[in-house]
């Protein structure tokens, strides 16, 4: 089970810190990721870490404004959101996988998260 929480309302310019905490089995040889749906769009990629915590993957629209980090102790994904833009205003998810693969796909996520709302006002 996956708990997303951190979401918020902020403005345009803002931080925020969203974390993912997993529960009932541990996750470290998973890959964490983020996903967003925006009101009216398709849920999308946001952000993504290997297992290790190695290796870290985004989206081009969060590029330099987000990072993305793991405590596989704490089985938990955390999402800095910095130089927030009212575009990034959508329902923040949390999923893992456990593909070997620089590409992160929806359908093939095997736990998600509730989702967590972020609202960017300008």
């Known amino acids: 089970q996956l708990q997303a929480c951190g979401g918020g309302l902020v403005q345009a310019g803002g931080s925020l810190r969203l974390s993912c905490a997993a529960s009932?089995?541990?996750?470290?040889?998973?890959?964490m990721g983020w996903f967003r749906q925006a009101p009216g769009k398709e849920r999308g990629f946001v952000a993504g870490i290997a297992s290790t915590g190695g290796t870290t993957y985004f989206a081009d629209s969060v590029k330099g404004r987000f990072t993305i980090s793991r405590d596989n102790v704490k089985n938990t994904v955390y999402l800095q959101m910095n130089s927030l833009k009212p575009e990034d205003t959508a329902v923040y998810y949390c999923?893992?996988?456990?593909?070997?693969?620089?590409?992160?796909?929806?359908?093939?996520?095997?736990?998600w998260g509730k989702g967590t709302l972020v609202t960017v006002s300008s």
């Open positions: 999923a893992f996988d456990r593909l070997i693969s620089s590409t992160w796909y929806e359908y093939a996520m095997d736990y």
């Open positions: 009932g089995r541990t996750f470290s040889n998973y890959r």
